[in-house]
């Protein structure tokens, strides 16, 4: 059972410790810089705050109270910006969970169309995505990170 709801303060930590075992366990394509945390513990506040209204963060929260997942999105752009799940809990429906959620903030802002960007090495995440309904439209942002090249295609998804 899994209840979704806007992330608080008090999650900020929780989700960085998602964020780091999902990195950890699903981006060893990037090699050493995924075997440690990637951000400090303040740039979780900082995500947490820059996700109030009209923006949303979105938490999974298990039967046991723990925080499993988590989703963002940017209604005023339609882009869902981060999905991660704790490895401990993939496959058991939290990510699509999270996924028709997002979805759900969208549409309630008005938007008809969802588009987000995904390592092009992040083949789990591709699937899954493609598997929601979510296609390549052609776009792909390039990016440097810590001294890694990044291409990341960009997907679309009609919003029905």
């Known amino acids: 059972m899994i209840t979704i709801r806007r992330a608080i303060a008090d999650d900020a930590q929780d989700i960085g410790a998602v964020f780091d075992a ?7 394509y990037l090699g050493e ?6 951000f400090p513990p303040n740039e979780w506040d900082t995500l947490v705050v820059e996700h109030a209204p ?23 752009e339609g882009e869902m910006y981060l999905l991660f799940v704790d490895p401990d809990h993939a496959g058991r429906g939290v990510g699509r969970t999270l996924l028709e959620a997002a979805h759900e903030v969208l549409r309630a802002a008005g938007c008809r169309e969802a588009f987000l960007y995904t390592h092009e090495q992040n083949e ?31 997907l679309v998804k009609a919003l029905r």
């Open 54 to 76: 009209p923006n949303a963060l979105l938490v999974a929260i298990n039967e046991a109270h723990w925080l499993v997942g988590f989703v963002a999105v940017h209604p005023a």
């Open 124 to 154: 789990r995440a591709l699937a899954v995505y493609e598997t929601a309904g979510y296609r390549r439209d052609g776009a792909v942002r390039e990016s440097e990170f810590r001294g890694l090249h990044l291409r990341e295609p960009r």
């Open 22 to 28: 999902a990195v950890r366990e699903g981006w060893k």
């Open 33 to 38: 810089l995924a075997a440690r945390p990637m």
